[in-house]
């Protein structure tokens, strides 16, 4: 568009002095003068409209060049901002999973402290210990010596530390509340008892907390239960 504009205003230029030398030229031979030689200037009004349109085009090439430099420029400068963006929302999401996961690993911990802090319960139920008498078909009671025995344990985190075992029994049938049934170890509760310290048994991620029970009553089932606390 520059090369046009250019060339189109010298052009017109330079015919409107064509003319006019044409007219002076047809003056001068009507009034019985010799014409003049004007050829240099003919030459010199081609060669300004050579170097309009020759100046008109490299200006016009000068343009495009720049602008597609700015372009370029432009759009490098729009990727990095790109890049800085990707990279900036890539640091918020690793930022805020990292923040997730620590809030989850942080409940979840609260929530192991407060089950620790309350215990955690098991039980087992044993019927009448009855034993069958040798040579005959009849039975008899058991005594402590012939006594059932059995294991209550309770599951808790590998990493915990039990701080108290507390242990219960009663009868199968009895409504009595299991915080009213709480006995000691070795103490005789009606033909059972729970017998030795407690012991832990490893579980991979998580532990047994275990109490030995005996039961020699011949005429009812019996309950036993342990309710383990710990800290984390």
């Avoid at 407060?114 to 009849?138: D, F, K, M, T």
Wanted: with cysteine; net charge positive; proline share 4%.
């Amino acid at each position: 568009m520059a090369a046009v504009i250019g060339a189109s205003a010298t052009f017109a230029t330079a015919l409107f002095q064509l003319v006019a030398n044409a007219r002076r030229q047809a003056a001068e031979r009507a009034a019985g003068k010799p014409a003049s030689s004007k050829s240099g200037s003919w030459l010199a009004i081609f060669a300004l409209i050579l170097a309009a349109a020759v100046g008109g085009y490299i200006f016009a090439e000068y343009q495009t060049f720049r602008d597609r430099e700015g372009e370029r420029g432009l759009r490098q400068e729009m990727q990095t901002r790109l890049r800085d963006i990707v990279e900036a929302a890539a640091r918020l999401e690793r930022a805020g999973l990292q923040r997730s996961d620590q809030a989850e690993a942080e409940a979840r911990l609260a929530a192991e402290r407060r089950r620790g802090a309350e215990g955690v319960a098991a039980v087992i139920g044993l019927p009448p210990c009855i034993i069958s008498v040798p040579g005959s078909q009849s039975s008899a009671g058991c005594i402590e010596g012939s006594a059932l025995h059995a294991s209550v344990c309770a599951i808790i985190p590998a990493t915990a530390a039990v701080v108290e075992v507390q242990v219960f029994t009663r009868p199968e049938d009895s409504l009595q509340p299991w915080p009213e049934a709480r006995v000691q170890p070795g103490q005789d509760a009606g033909a059972a008892k729970f017998v030795d310290a407690f012991y832990e048994r490893a579980l991979g991620d998580a532990k047994e907390v275990c109490q030995r029970f005996v039961h020699w009553n011949s005429q009812k089932s019996r309950l036993a239960r342990i309710l383990v606390k710990y800290s984390l």
